[in-house]
């Protein structure tokens, strides 16, 4: 193919990135020399790896992309390294190499040693890797080393794909660096009007309306799509998410339920700020920006019945942090360990000393204040961090929190454990030892304050009552 | 021999070997082992089946909906191709019954779908690259390799050249190639146990993988899908894209599990009231874990087969040969049979309680014939509470009282004089017209051979009066309190209320009388049922109720024994020289107990920094021996490093002569 047919291709299909297509052209093409070594650099979703791996392909040079995501250790980035540079050659040759000389690549000598063995005689050949800054395990002395490839290797050019340019990390000076840069909101909006969804999932029927032809109702959708994704772009992505898919994902989410009057034949399909009016509320809230694994239904069903909600539904959304039953004791060793992190060790004796007088060792929330309101403002413990407690500290307070005596049990030492494993209970210290219920180790609680008020309103024991400096609210 | 430094042992060889003292003819306690242990085989699998079938019928919708979303997952969607199908299996707070589930859960995806299983749990996944070898290793079924080699041996490498890293997903693409599965289905079992940071960079893995790789994630989560949301980072959250199962509550499960094993009507081996209380207050205090309900189950059973050797008349079809005299010996000193004997005595059978005494062949019929009619009064019994649950349901009364708690009360003896039947039986008197036929319907379910209601002809009868009645508003009862009215009259300036009764239709009337006869003979059928099961004859064969033996097995108390021995050493030494003085409770401190329990009980007395000088001192006083101080020392110091060994003690940093308490007892 020609370059000039190749600029011309790759600009229709990733829009807005002619520089850098052209930049890209101008250093790695067939009959002129290439440069070493490239550092492509730029945000997420800004085209790197689509437009590299899109010039390379059609370009013809032989390529091979390592993606760093898939290597889990720098040995294994070697390995793979190895094994794909081999398998884009032989598909360039035509011919399987003989493999047996490469079977092991322990370090990057041995990966320069390969390569230099691989490319002896042959023509140009690209490498890529993909995301080198998010290597895991990587050796410190792989960048720099790789920036040297191509002084050992004449025929090698190396491509980093990186987020941020890497102008101390390779330690060499004059590298070129070719900047994605994130793309303006006129460049987001032109790239996803190439593809409007459809306002209509179900043409409306010929027979009914026989001018509503595809035609019409593509011209709509582009139409409305359009002014649609401005909005969307003014109102929510141009402050959280402003890279190009969570601006898709936000508008796609939006869409359905944007257009939802128009498919119930509220308002026409070109009466745009009257639907801008009706549906505002979508736009109030921050649902369509945040990404969920469940998509929410809650939206669907509310507006099911007929009712729209003018005004940002204050939809508090219930957060539970588990939702079946906890068994009795389980419960009780949950608020013991909360009162545990939050209560100074020494006012253990006043708040959960069995008197024999028969005075409960509640106090009265709100006393302190007003009395000592001093100059310095106290912030509520609840709202800081817990602070690690012992095992028997925890074992003291639950049974002072119980009624009748709980007999000494190897379940609840399992119980323990399986709030450990849950991630309610979380051991701070001793983790040396192998023993989960070393009396050494430190315990901290991983719940907040709502939660454990619940969980105490649900076995009749308020919370608030045992904290010190009670909680306001 | 002193100059040698070492040399061969030669016992002298002795001509006569030493007698046995073991005792041979005497009686075996164990005899008839085998055949227990085979009768208890028998009536175990059949328990089992009863629990295999509840347990799938469970959990059944759960997993038929998880199937479906896997089914449809496996289609590729060509407009989602970026996200990984993920269902959330919310399983609540059991960890321990995770893996059960899970896999039966697998047994229906492999029987259902053309898919491949495979469970990752957190104890085997502590980092990304353990987990990728486990998953590669539970795909290819490769025999387990060693750890610190990575690579194949050189040898087979160096032929073919460079080979995939054992934790390469490259291994599951080959595999993948081969097997052509559907879809990977990947249950992490337990989320929660996993490192966060294992979880984000494992599905940024399979994402960048899902173009080869067609996965699937099933999360089991304890907790609850936002705590799981609020765990992973933005980047991953974008990957997964799924739905959220909810599993039936483990205490819904175990009430099922109860009326299908324990209540049932058609069990060889009944448990007991006491028990039966103890394992479900455990489930609600302590564990909530179906696995742990079903293991003390089958303990009792193996409890009862194994130490009660009368056990052996509870074996289908068992003949007079098969069984041994010990077994009719062992009858004729169980108190039931004594309480038998005497009542007979008082209706002066003598002639027959000679011969059950005497004749081992006449017990044995006895024996046989009793067991199946005690068997068919429990079995009544047990209908009668299903009978008595379902009413209870259909009437709607509150509280609503599960089945297993009506169950214990009945198996106790005490239903009779509840309050909770005569409540029921209340609200049958004033059960309105429509609520009765719901009723009647509803009980059909239960009915059976030991019931002798005739439901039909009520069912005709109401039918007819309902088909009768010009009024669409249902018939009432006279107990009904909508035919009573309150008058009030004021008399001399004071307000008399009065109860007055409103006339009632003919229909009514007639409609009472119906009731009240259903009524009378629903009371007659709970009082003839509901018997006290432990005063049956043979009660001991047929029911297991010791709690203990399950308590030592399931609940035991590792820390308080601990306390207990050294707070009390007599208790477990059982010598003469200490007892005397724990009488009265408080055990005394006296030279003659253990120096480690004597020190742990001078422990108990101070406060949580201990100064080892006052330590030794006070030991000193108590079991120190004047003429050899070193002596005295060394136990200290032994005893001290027991206690430090055990845990109890620390040294301190705040002061250099002084340990740090760190266990109090009674925790």
Known sequence: MLPDEILDQLSREFPCRELQIQQLSALYSLSLPSAPLLVAHGLTATGKTSIIRSYLALSGIPYAIINSRECITGRHLLERTVSSCLDALDEDEGGPIDRRPYARTENINALLVHLQRMLEGSGKFVLVFDGIDKQREIPPTLLPALARFGELIPNLSIILITTLALPYALHKPGVPHLHFSPYPRSSLLEILSLDPPKIFLEPPSLEQYPDYTLDAAAEDDAWLWNRFLGTVWDSLSKHAGRDLISFRNTSMRLWREFVRPIVEGQFGTRDFARLMVNRRHLFQGEDAILDRIISAPSQASLTQNGVLPTTPGKTVMKRKTIQHDLPYYSTHLLIAAYLASYNPSRTDTTYFMKHTDKRKNKRKVHTTHGVTKSKHRRIPRHLLTPSPFTLDRLLAIFRSLLEGPVPQVADLYTQIATLTSLRLLVRVGGVGSADPLDAGARWRVNFGWEWVRGLGRGVGIEVGEYLVGGVDG | ?667
């Open chain 2, 1 to 667: 021999m002193e100059h040698q430094r070492c040399y061969i042992y030669s016992p002298l060889e002795s001509e006569v070997r030493p007698s046995k003292r073991q005792r041979t003819n005497i009686v075996q306690p164990q005899n008839l082992l085998a055949e227990r242990l085979q009768t208890f085989r028998e009536a175990w699998s059949h328990q089992e089946k009863q629990i295999q079938t509840t347990l799938e019928n469970a959990d059944r919708t759960t997993q038929e909906k998880i199937l479906d979303f896997i089914k449809v997952a496996a289609q590729p969607d060509p407009e989602d191709s970026t996200t990984i199908p993920t269902g959330l299996i919310i399983a609540g707070p059991s960890i321990a019954s995770y893996g059960p589930y899970f896999e039966r859960l697998g047994r229906r995806i492999k029987d259902g779908t053309d898919c491949a299983y495979l469970v990752l749990s957190s104890s085997e996944s502590p980092n990304l690259k353990t987990l990728l070898k486990n998953l590669v290793q539970k795909a290819t079924s490769r025999a387990a390799e060693d750890d610190d080699d990575e690579l194949l041996p050189p040898g087979a490498s160096s032929r073919n050249g460079p080979k995939l890293l054992n934790f390469d997903l490259g291994h599951l693409q080959g595999w993948q190639k081969r097997n052509r599965a559907q879809s990977i289905v990947i249950a992490i079992q337990d989320s929660e146990a996993f490192d966060s940071n294992v979880l984000v960079e494992m599905i940024d893995l399979f994402h960048s993988w899902l173009d080869r790789l067609p996965f699937v994630l099933l999360f089991g989560i304890a907790t609850s899908a936002e705590s799981f949301e609020d765990r992973l980072s933005g980047n991953s959250l974008r990957y997964l894209k799924g739905q959220k199962f909810d599993v039936t509550q483990s205490d819904e499960i175990i009430e099922k599990l109860f009326s299908a094993t324990i209540a049932s009507a058609h069990v060889s081996l009944r448990i007991g009231p006491n028990f039966s209380r103890r394992i479900l207050d455990r489930q609600k205090d302590h564990v909530q874990n179906v696995q742990d309900f079903l293991d003390s189950l089958k303990y009792a059973y193996m409890a009862h087969f194994y130490a009660n050797c009368t056990s052996i008349f509870l074996k289908d079809g068992i003949s007079f040969t098969h069984s041994s005299p010990d077994a009719f010996e062992a009858v004729r000193n169980l108190p039931s049979f004594r309480r038998w004997v005497e009542d007979k005595l008082d209706s002066l059978e003598t002639q027959e309680i000679r011969k059950l005494l005497d004749s081992d062949r006449y017990l044995f019929d006895k024996i046989s014939q009793q067991l199946r009619s005690s068997q068919q009064v429990l079995s009544a019994i047990n209908i009668a509470v299903a009978f008595l649950s379902n009413v209870r349901e259909s009437l709607q009364i509150t509280p609503s009282v599960p089945l297993s708690s009506l169950w214990i009360r009945a198996a106790s003896g005490e239903m009779v004089e509840s309050p909770l039947l005569r409540e029921t039986m209340l609200s049958i008197k004033k059960i309105p017209s429509n609520k009765f036929l719901h009723l009647l319907s509803s009980l059909r379910n239960v009915q059976e051979d030991h019931f002798s209601l005739e439901l039909d002809t009520y069912r005709t009868e109401l039918e007819e009066l309902v088909k009768n009645s010009t009024d669409s508003a249902p018939l009432r009862s006279q107990h009904d309190v909508r035919n009573d009215s309150l008058r009030t009259t004021v008399v001399a300036q004071k307000v008399l209320l009065s109860k007055h009764k409103a006339a009632l239709s003919e229909q009514d009337k007639a409609y009472s009388e119906l009731v009240g006869r259903f009524h009378d003979e629903i009371q007659d059928y709970f009082n003839t049922t509901f018997v006290d099961p432990q005063e049956l004859f043979l009660s001991e064969i047929l029911i297991y109720d010791p709690k203990l033996p399950h308590i030592e097995v399931f609940q035991p108390k590792p820390r308080f024994a601990i306390e207990r021995a050294l707070s009390t050493p007599h208790d477990y030494l059982g010598c003469n020289c200490c007892g005397s003085s724990g009488r009265d409770g408080e055990a005394a401190l006296s030279a003659t107990q253990p120096a480690t329990a004597l020190l742990y009980q001078l422990y108990l007395e101070s406060g949580s920094l201990i100064n080892v000088s006052d330590l030794w001192s006070a030991f000193n006083a108590i079991g120190g021996d004047e003429d050899s101080e070193s002596k005295t020392m060394a136990l200290f110091q032994r005893a001290l490093a027991e206690l430090k060994y055990l845990g109890l003690v620390k040294p301190s940093r705040k002061k250099v002569d002084h340990v740090a308490k760190m266990m109090w007892k009674g925790l």
